[in-house]
Every structure is written in structure tokens, then in C-alpha cells.
């Protein structure tokens, strides 16, 4: 709080540029234990990057004809855009439903939204065998708005412009651009109500990709209704997201709250916890109905079938379960630790349909390589140090400077 | 003139009949600009599985260092084969099959492309085109058949699929496949009589001949047709794929984004009211 006053100070007598070279400057230790195992593994995967467009996607990964979609698009952008629903969910909630007790961890939540599809349309364009001609589906001289992907591209990318929008008022908040900021706000409601609307098509989208790959995904997997499962699950995918990346945060950035902030943070994870139970039983219910609709009995009894008991039961019902406990009792623990079995879930179920149970009858299997593995971790550390960078600099979990009008 | 009550309900039954299914669902021959589709017959009672097609293919497209290994495992298309011929064992004995692009008359590839890069032609074949496509590989992910391919280890990567030679049919000619087959398995031609053809051979020998022509409404209809003397599936083809188009898929999603995108907004922007008014009343009380 104290040096937050001095930096503002001392803002006003400095020009704008040496401001903002003051702040390029790293704050906090450098040799902490994340920092020396996250480098080395950004240098080897830049590396890999690098011999990725000079030698073909084939030089650093295990794609086959038979599974064209790999760890990159499976697990960075099919799983990692559910991971990153928490940003619609409690947009809707603060803005929409006027629930005022979530608006404290609201900032850090869509910062982490609109870096994760940041990061995530990277690591889409690193998969793009002709990445240059991306340019065609922005500009529209070739629309193809017959398909799929093409509206989720659309619907992605004008979403990161409206998570964009909602951050906005932080930037100039850091920026001490007052005129800036009062426009800002004033367009944030706009952004809202589109960004949840995008959020809501591009969610059941990603689930909708899969709808003409019919014979080849495995049939306890393959639905007609994977978009509408995929909307739903990406609420509680999402809050569970919040409630595991807060409780680092709170940690690693605890220096910026006080102990008010503490308890209050208790309060609200014991909130999401009960949202997130009632979303996953919602989504329970909904997987029993197209188990029974499309009557899958006959494949329960064979491995493909315990694989499909094991995603349900052991990471739907038991953390849905837990959250309720949790909820009854305010166990924040538990609630961490159904946090977590959560996201596995969330993992293991997009892995399935993109990855595992896609052609599961192909002679040749996909298994990613070590490189694809290190990119992957690269994207996601380098998200971590821009997230990093930002929340030590901006008002994300730490007060709002004075001139601020309305709570935080 | 007398109506009893039965022939009445049989009359109504009849009458509902009529509207629910009067509109038969049939494979169409025709694009939607009304030209009409070119494809090709390919008999299997007559291949010999010489695997000729495969280097006629190979030389109409350019590949200079093609190869087909001796007495070789089950093999597929790949970015240096846009056709390879197997041979299966089956109930009548090996049996040989030609697996190339099934040119489907609604293809998935070309509603799945972002970029319209895969895109079928009034004539028929389904075409990749270089300039547009940006790599994304989801008509690989969306064809029923596994057909289109990708250059992993290439720096500038295309996808490689059969296109019925275009260049050539554009130019009058026939693809060389069919064009240069010995045994005269394949046949090239308008799709319509094609069918015909195939139904007279059937008609004519139905000893030879399973009663089913394969790709007549196979994922609704394909511009490449099999006659056969086994089962399909004994000669690696699905048999369960659906008789509906693949794009159907995904129709009911595509025509529910506009509405949701229009509808949702004001049905947020609805709570969004309401909740503002009762929490402002709070505040007052």
C-alpha cells in the first residue's frame, strides 16, 4: 500500500515513458524456486517453437493422418478455454446478477480469462500448418460461415476484445489516465453483455467441432448434444479454475490484501463452491439422459466402458459431492481439493473427446511428444509471468487508487 | 356417397402419411446451381487389383519418386498417395478395392473449411485450394472417410486428397485413373448414369453382384460409386455410416448462433435491470 501512494506521487512529476521503463523493471526476487524451474523450460521450448517453422509441425510432434488434432489444440485450447469459463460466469454473476460479494476477485478473474485466450490463440497459431493465411477468415474474402470453426474463431476473438474492454479500467487506473478511465467504464456494460452472449456460443462451439467427426469418436463420448454439455460443464470447469488459481494467488500476492480480504475470500469460495455443485449435478443429470437416450448399456462392459465409469464417477460425482460437503461445512480444503478433481475431470473429458476416444480404433496411436509437452508447459508459464507482471503493477487484488469512484 | 367412420380415419391416416414422409429423402444427382454432378463407377467384380491407377495417379499429379512396396501390409492414402488399391480376404475369395476421395455430393470437408479452401465444384470433383487454406486441419477431423491428408514435415504443408483430376475434366477429359484402367473397372461419367448403369449391370447379372450400389446415399449421396460382389464392410468400407448428409450435423448449431447472439443480449440486459432496481430499493430502505 505504502510504495502503491509513493509510485502515484511521484507519477505526476515523471513523464509517461519513464514511467512506464520504471515499471518494465522487475519487481520481487528473481531466484525464486518458480522462476528457476519455469526459465530453462521457456528457453528449451522457444527453441522448439523455432524448429517448429523451420522444419514442419511433423519435426516436433507425434500427429498422425488419423489424429490431426493433438495435444496443442486437445488440451491448450479444446480444455484450456473451458479452464477459462470462470471469466463469463462471474462477469454474469457481479454484473448481471449483482452479486456485490464476488466483486473482489471479478479483476483477477478476467485477467486470467483474457490471458488464457491470449495465450491459447499463440498456441493455435503455432498449430496452424499455413498460419499466415489466418489473415483470410479476419479480412473475409473467404468466409466460410457454413462452418463451425469459423464462427467459434469469430466468437473467440471478439470475446478477447470484450474481456479486453472489462480489464481496461485497470490499465488506466494504472496508467492514471482519468479521462481514459471515465470512457472506459462507460463502454464496460456493452462488453459485458456481449462477452457473456460470445461466451455462452463460443463455449458450445468447441463442443460443436466434434458433431461431424460421428464415426470416429468413441459412441460414450460422441452426443448430439456435446455443445450443450460443453456450455454447462465450462461453468463449473471455470469456477473450479477460480477457486484453484485464487487460492495460489492469495498466497504468492498476499502482501497485497489484508485480513478482511482474507475472510472474505473464505466467503466467497464457499459461494462457488455450492454454484459449482448445483452446475455439476445439473450436468450429471444431463449425461445420464443421453447415456439412457442414446442407450449406451452395451459398451459399459469392456475398457473403454470403465474409462467412461471412471471420468463420471470419479470426477463428476465424488467432486460434486465434495462441493456440497464442502459448502455444508465451509471446508475450505475440501473445496480446494474438489477444485482440483474438477479440473482433472474437466481435463480428462476434453483429452477424451479430442484425443483419447478420437479414432480409440486407429492402428497407429497418437501419443504426444516430449516436445509437445514443453511447449505446452512454455505457454503456460510465459502466461504466468505476464499475469505476474501485471497483478504486481496494476490494481488487480490490490486497492483502487483513491480517485476511483464505487467500491472495489 | 358414404363415409364410414373407418375409411375416414384411413383416409386421415393416409392424408398424414402423405405430409410426413411426402417429401422423400432422396440422394440428389444435382448441385445447387442445377448443373449436374460427374462421378465414377468403380466395379470391383472387374479390378484386378493391377494397382495401374495408382501410378497413372501418381503421374497425373506430379509425384516423381513414387513408390508401392511388394507384397504390402494394408495401406491408406497418404500426402504421396491419392490412391492406394488393397486387397482383402473376403467370402468370395482376395478381393481387391480402390480407396480414394468419395467426392461426397454435400461433403464435410467443404462445410467444415473456415476458409472455403475445400470446395466442391459444379462438376463434382471436391477440390483443395492452396491460397486460402490455412492449415487447420478440421476437414481431417470432419471427412466420414479419412481421405484428406497433411504435409507434417513440410514447411509450407498442403493438403493432398484425390480431385477427381480437375484440370483434366475441366479441359474436356476423363481422370486418369479411369482413363487408363485396362479392365475398364472404372467408368467415368454423369452421375445420374451412372447409377443407371450400375443398377443394369445388377439387373442383368444378380448372381455376380450384391443388390447395393455404395456411395448412392451413403453420407447423402457421393459423387463415387462401388458395385461389389461381397458385402461392403468385407471390403473395409463402413456400412454404418448415416444416409443424411454429415453437414446435417451441424446445421441445427450454425442456425441457433444468430438467434442467441440477437436474443441473449436483451434477455441479460432484462436481469440486468431488475437486479439493479432491487438492490437500489434495498439501499433506500
Redesign the interface.
Known amino acids: 500500500m505504502n510504495s502503491n501512494t509513493q509510485t502515484i506521487g511521484m507519477r505526476q512529476k515523471e513523464s509517461i515513458f519513464s514511467f512506464l521503463i520504471s515499471e518494465l523493471k522487475p519487481k520481487g526476487k528473481i531466484f525464486t524456486p518458480f522462476n528457476i524451474i519455469s526459465f530453462p523450460v521457456i528457453v528449451v521450448g522457444l527453441v522448439i517453437i523455432f524448429l517448429r517453422f523451420k522444419n514442419g509441425i511433423g519435426s516436433v510432434t507425434n500427429l498422425t493422418q488419423d489424429v490431426p488434432w493433438g495435444l496443442w489444440i486437445g488440451f491448450d485450447v479444446v480444455t484450456g478455454v473451458a479452464f477459462a469459463g470462470g471469466a463469463y460466469v462471474l462477469v454474469f454473476m457481479v454484473n448481471i446478477l449483482n452479486l456485490k460479494q464476488y466483486r473482489p476477485i471479478l479483476r483477477i478473474t478476467v485477467l486470467n480469462g483474457f490471458l488464457a485466450y491470449l495465450f491459447y490463440s499463440a498456441a493455435l497459431l503455432l498449430d496452424l500448418g499455413r498460419p499466415l493465411n489466418v489473415i483470410n477468415v479476419v479480412i473475409g474474402n473467404n468466409f466460410g460461415v457454413s462452418s463451425v470453426l469459423f464462427l467459434v474463431g469469430w466468437h473467440f476473438l471478439l470475446y478477447m476484445l470484450a474481456l479486453l474492454i472489462e480489464f481496461s479500467p485497470a490499465i488506466a487506473e494504472w496508467l492514471n489516465a482519468r479521462k481514459l478511465h471515465r470512457f472506459l467504464t462507460g463502454i464496460a456494460m456493452g462488453a459485458v453483455i456481449f462477452g457473456i452472449t460470445l461466451s455462452v456460443l463460443h463455449q458450445s462451439g468447441i463442443g460443436a467441432l466434434f458433431l461431424m467427426a460421428k464415426d470416429k469418436i468413441h459412441p460414450l463420448w460422441y452426443n448430439s448434444y456435446l455443445p450443450l454439455l460443453f456450455v454447462v460443464s465450462s461453468v463449473f470447469a471455470g469456477i473450479s479454475m477460480v477457486i484453484f488459481e485464487g487460492s495460489i494467488s492469495h498466497k504468492v500476492f498476499s502482501g497485497q490484501l489484508n485480513e478482511n480480504d482474507q475472510q472474505a475470500h473464505h466467503n466467497i469460495l464457499t459461494g462457488l463452491s455450492k454454484i459449482c455443485a448445483l452446475g455439476m449435478f445439473a450436468y450429471l443429470t444431463l449425461l445420464v439422459l443421453v447415456f439412457v437416450h442414446e442407450q449406451n448399456y452395451a459398451y459399459i462392459n469392456s475398457p473403454m466402458g470403465y474409462w467412461f465409469l471412471l471420468e463420471v464417477l470419479g470426477f463428476v460425482v465424488l467432486p460434486m459431492l465434495m462441493f456440497f460437503m464442502a459448502y455444508r461445512r465451509q471446508n475450505v480444503l475440501l473445496i480446494r481439493i474438489a477444485a482440483v478433481l474438477t479440473l482433472l475431470g474437466i481435463m480428462l473429458n476434453r483429452m477424451n473427446i479430442s484425443i483419447i476416444c478420437y479414432r480409440w480404433d486407429a492402428a497407429e496411436r497418437y501419443i504426444p511428444s516430449w516436445q509437445e509437452f514443453t511447449v505446452t508447459l512454455t505457454i503456460i508459464f510465459i502466461e504466468i509471468w505476464v499475469l505476474r507482471w501485471i497483478v504486481r503493477r496494476m490494481p488487480v487484488l490490490q486497492r483502487l487508487p483513491q480517485w476511483v469512484g464505487g467500491g472495489h | 356417397m358414404s363415409i364410414n367412420r373407418r375409411t375416414f380415419f384411413k383416409a386421415m391416416g393416409a392424408t398424414a402419411m402423405a405430409l410426413t414422409v411426402g417429401k422423400p429423402v432422396v440422394a440428389s444427382n444435382e448441385t445447387e446451381s442445377g448443373t449436374e454432378l460427374n462421378g465414377i463407377l468403380y466395379d470391383v467384380t472387374r479390378c484386378r487389383g493391377c494397382h495401374g491407377c495408382e501410378w497413372d495417379c501418381a503421374d497425373a499429379h506430379g509425384f516423381s519418386d513414387f513408390d508401392i512396396p511388394k507384397n504390402p501390409p494394408f495401406r491408406?492414402t497418404?500426402?504421396k498417395h491419392r490412391t492406394v488399391v488393397n486387397h482383402y480376404e473376403t467370402s468370395k475369395g482376395s478381393l481387391p478395392r480402390k480407396i480414394q476421395c468419395m467426392h461426397c455430393n454435400q461433403p464435410?470437408c467443404d462445410?467444415?473449411?473456415?476458409?472455403?479452401?475445400m470446395h466442391k465444384t459444379p462438376e463434382g470433383p471436391v477440390i483443395w485450394r492452396e491460397?486460402?487454406?490455412?492449415?487447420?486441419?478440421?476437414c481431417?477431423?470432419?471427412c466420414?472417410f479419412?481421405i484428406p491428408?497433411?504435409?507434417?514435415?513440410?514447411?509450407?504443408?498442403q493438403i493432398v486428397k484425390c480431385d477427381m483430376c480437375i484440370n483434366l475434366i475441366s479441359e474436356g477429359e476423363i481422370p486418369a485413373c479411369a482413363y487408363n484402367c485396362p479392365e475398364e473397372a472404372l467408368m467415368y461419367g454423369k452421375r445420374s448414369d451412372l447409377i443407371r448403369e450400375a443398377r443394369r449391370r445388377i439387373h442383368d447379372e444378380p448372381d455376380k453382384y450384391i443388390d447395393h450400389i455404395y456411395g448412392e446415399h451413403e453420407a447423402g449421396g457421393t459423387s463415387w460409386l462401388y458395385l461389389s460382389p461381397v458385402p461392403f464392410n468385407e471390403l473395409g468400407l463402413?456400412t454404418?455410416?448415416?444416409h443424411t448428409s454429415?453437414?446435417s450435423?451441424?446445421k441445427?448449431?450454425?442456425s441457433s448462433?444468430a438467434p442467441?447472439?440477437i436474443l441473449?443480449?436483451a434477455v441479460?440486459?432484462g436481469?440486468?435491470e431488475a437486479?439493479?432496481k432491487?438492490?437500489n430499493k434495498e439501499e433506500e430502505i
Open positions: 491408406q497418404d500426402e464435410a462445410a467444415a473449411c473456415l476458409t472455403q479452401a491460397d486460402k487454406c490455412m492449415g487447420c486441419r478440421y481431417m477431423i470432419s466420414p479419412d491428408k497433411f504435409e507434417y514435415h513440410s514447411t509450407n504443408p463402413n454404418n455410416i448415416q454429415y453437414p450435423l451441424t441445427g448449431f450454425i448462433i442467441v447472439d441473449l443480449p441479460l440486459l436481469i440486468y437486479t439493479k432491487s438492490s
